[in-house]
């Protein structure tokens, strides 16, 4: 009887019962659809398109002059284009490494270690869950500059390596190892850092790809270090020099930020379809149900 009625609510087949959800499902996926096809046909469109009235949805005459243009511009100080780009792949890529090693490791002695203010230090990371970036750019200011760190290429990276929602998802998943195997591996004769690696990274990887997804995009889409604490040009990000393009009454510069627009969405929509299902299971294993 259990089995019957479980086939009827789930059944292995299309139920006629099920295309209204289907439908539903549909609609909603077509609409969320919408901004990231304006977003890559925005991209394509001449200049008369991109000012035409009323706005067209659609590109009619698709051209590559607006990503020609983009890479063939330079800075008023002879800063080419690509070197912005360089500098932010650089930077997302250092700082999704660093993170996912300071997270896993401090997961790990978070869960698994005893020390004292062990609970004090995870309520300070959760307290900090709250704040925004922009709470605390006074603070994170002043500790650059005490640090001697104006105008390193280093400040791109280190104030993105305090990531207290990664902290929060690797501690909870790790909490779900069991403490046996642990035990077990150190009576072998295991250390920490073997146990991190062997142990904790492959069975972390859910989380760990979902801090890589925050992590990347936190700093790919950041524009405070090249604002605040960057003075020379040739150390600025990509996502920098497109919100230079986006100036008030610049006409010339709309087919570059379109264009512009596309590359900065793109890497970010293709590491999260690449994890996205590590994701899901980030979620449903760390307590944000």
């Not at 959800?21 to 969320?32: E, H, R």
């Not at 890479?71 to 500098?87: K, W």
């Amino acid at each position: 009887m259990a089995s019957f009625q479980s086939s009827k609510i789930n059944p292995v087949r299309l139920h006629t019962s099920q295309i209204k959800f289907f439908l539903i499902l549909i609609a909603m996926a077509v609409f969320m659809l919408l901004p990231l096809i304006f977003i890559l046909f925005n991209a394509f469109k001449p200049m008369d398109e991109l000012f035409a009235f009323p706005p067209r949805f659609l590109v009619h005459r698709p051209t590559l002059n607006n990503f020609h243009a983009l890479f063939s511009a330079m800075t008023v100080t002879g800063v080419p284009v690509d070197r912005f780009f360089l500098n932010s792949i650089v930077t997302g890529s250092l700082t999704v490494i660093f993170t996912i090693a300071i997270s896993v490791s401090a997961g790990y002695a978070l869960s698994k270690k005893k020390f004292k203010l062990k609970k004090f230090l995870f309520e300070v990371n959760t307290l900090a869950l709250m704040f925004v970036p922009i709470a605390v750019a006074i603070p994170r200011y002043i500790v650059i500059v005490q640090l001697g760190l104006i105008d390193q290429f280093v400040t791109h990276i280190l104030p993105m390596l305090a990531m207290p929602v990664g902290l929060f998802l690797i501690k909870q998943f790790v909490d779900q190892v069991p403490d046996s195997l642990l035990e077990a591996a150190q009576i072998d004769g295991a250390n920490d850092w073997f146990i991190i690696r062997k142990i904790i990274y492959p069975m972390a990887k859910p989380a760990i790809a979902t801090v890589a997804i925050l992590a990347f995009q936190a700093a790919w889409n950041s524009t405070e270090a090249s604002s605040m604490y960057i003075d020379q040009e040739n150390l600025r990000t990509f996502a920098f020099y497109m919100s230079t393009l986006a100036a008030p009454n610049v006409v010339a510069g709309m087919g570059m930020a379109a264009a512009s627009a596309l590359i900065m969405f793109v890497p970010n929509l293709i590491i999260f379809i690449i994890m996205q299902s590590q994701v899901m299971d980030t979620m449903a294993h760390s307590g944000l149900k």
